[in-house]
C-alpha cells in the first residue's frame, strides 16, 4: 500500500495550521471541563473528536494512511499516533513509517516523526517520565523517545527478536516490555533500556494479541486469539500460572484498578467480565457487533468500546450497563480522553 510521502505530509501539516473551524467548530470551542474523545478511524483515514456527553462529532483531522494506536501524555495535551500503515498483521506490504503528532487543544497536526526505514509501526506506549515507546512490527525493534513532544530523532532502539512485533505491554517505569510477537507465537519479554540483557520467549499459541498487566504488574497477561485462550503467565519469566477458555477467538484484553479482566471477544460479538485469581467469568454483555476496541477513562470506570459497524458504545463498568452508543467514522479502534 502506498505511505505518506514527504509533500503530502507537509500538506496535511500547512492545511491542518490554516483551518479557522474543525467539523463546524471554532478551535477554542472545547467547553473548560467538559471530556472528549480522541478516535482513531483506520479507514477514514485520521481521528474523530467528540463530546462525550452526548456522543456528538466536534471534528476531525486526516492522518496518514491505515493510523491504529493512540496514546496520550497525562496533561492530555499531546498525543501520538502510529502509522500502521496496513490493515490488518497478516496483510502483505511495507505499511507505514511515520509518527503523527497531535496537539489535543487545538486539534492539528504538530509534526510527524519519519522513523523510515522503520515501518509498520502499531504498539504505542508512554511510561511513567512521559517517554514514548514505538513497536516496529516487521522490524521487531522498540524504538523510545524521551521527549517526545519535541524530538527529531530516537532516543534508543531496542531489538525485541521476533518476526512480527504486533503489540505490547509496558511496566509504568518503563523498564520492562511484554511483546505480543503474534506471526511466531511467542511471547517476549524485553528490557526496554538495556539492549544487553537478553529477551526471555515463550511459545503461546497460534496467534498471540491482546495482553496487559495487572494493576500490580506482578501477572502478565495474553490472548491467544485465534484459540480463544486468555493465558495468566509470571511477569517475571513468563512462567505459566493459569488459563482459561473463551467464548471463541477473542481481540483484546484489559485490566480494571481492581483487578479484574474485560475481554473482546470477537467471534461471540461480546464483553466479559473475568475474575483474576480463577480467570472466572463474573459478568457477559453482548454488544452486538464486535468490538475490537477496549479503551478505558482515566478512572476505569468506563469503557470506551470502539464497534466493528463504525459505532462506540459507552458502558458504565460500576453497574455493567451500556448507557450511550453513537455513530463513528469507518474502522473505529484506539481512543483517548481528554478535558477540554
Not at 23 to 40: H, I, K
Not at 164 to 170: D, K, Q, T
Not at 272 to 289: F, I, K, Q
Amino acid at each position: 500500500m502506498p505511505h505518506l510521502n514527504r509533500r503530502r505530509t507537509l500538506g496535511l501539516l500547512a492545511a491542518s495550521a490554516a483551518l479557522p473551524l474543525l467539523g463546524g467548530y471554532p478551535l477554542n470551542a472545547l467547553a473548560a471541563g467538559d471530556e472528549y474523545l480522541a478516535l482513531v478511524e483506520k479507514e477514514a483515514p485520521g481521528l474523530g473528536f467528540y463530546r462525550l456527553a452526548d456522543g456528538n462529532r466536534i471534528g476531525s483531522l486526516e492522518l496518514p494512511e491505515q493510523p491504529h494506536e493512540i496514546v496520550a501524555d497525562r496533561q492530555g495535551r499531546y498525543a501520538y499516533v502510529g502509522q500502521y500503515g496496513v490493515k490488518s498483521w497478516q496483510a502483505p506490504g511495507e505499511g507505514g513509517h511515520q509518527v503523527s503528532v497531535i496537539d489535543l487543544a487545538e486539534r492539528r497536526l504538530v509534526r510527524a516523526i519519519d522513523l523510515s526505514p522503520y515501518n509498520r509501526l502499531h504498539g504505542m506506549r508512554l511510561d511513567d517520565q512521559g517517554r514514548l515507546y514505538v513497536l516496529s512490527e516487521t522490524d521487531s525493534l522498540l524504538i523510545r523517545f524521551d521527549r517526545p513532544a519535541t524530538a527529531e530523532y530516537p532516543s534508543q532502539i531496542v531489538p525485541v527478536g521476533g518476526t512480527r512485533s504486533h503489540y505490547f505491554v509496558l511496566t509504568r517505569d518503563g523498564r520492562r516490555a511484554y511483546v505480543a510477537d503474534t506471526l511466531s507465537g511467542l511471547v517476549i519479554l524485553v528490557d526496554a533500556h538495556n539492549p544487553a540483557v537478553l529477551p526471555v520467549k515463550r511459545y503461546l499459541g497460534q496467534a498471540p494479541e491482546g495482553c496487559c498487566l495487572s494493576p500490580d504488574e506482578r501477572t502478565f497477561y495474553v490472548l491467544d486469539r485465534f484459540a480463544g485462550i486468555l493465558h495468566a503467565l509470571d511477569a517475571r519469566d513468563l512462567t505459566p500460572i493459569r488459563q482459561v477458555k473463551l467464548r471463541g477467538e477473542a481481540v483484546r484484553v484489559a485490566a480494571l484498578p481492581d483487578g479484574r479482566l474485560l475481554v473482546s471477544n470477537l467471534a461471540d460479538k461480546s464483553l466479559s467480565l473475568l475474575r483474576p485469581d480463577t480467570l472466572a467469568e463474573v459478568a457477559y454483555l453482548p454488544m452486538g457487533s464486535a468490538v475490537p476496541g477496549l479503551n478505558l477513562d482515566p478512572r476505569g470506570e468506563r469503557l470506551f468500546a470502539a464497534l466493528e459497524d463504525n459505532q462506540l458504545a459507552v458502558v458504565d463498568l460500576r453497574t455493567w450497563r451500556e448507557i450511550r452508543r453513537f455513530t463513528t467514522g469507518k474502522a473505529p479502534d484506539t481512543a483517548v480522553v481528554f478535558q477540554g
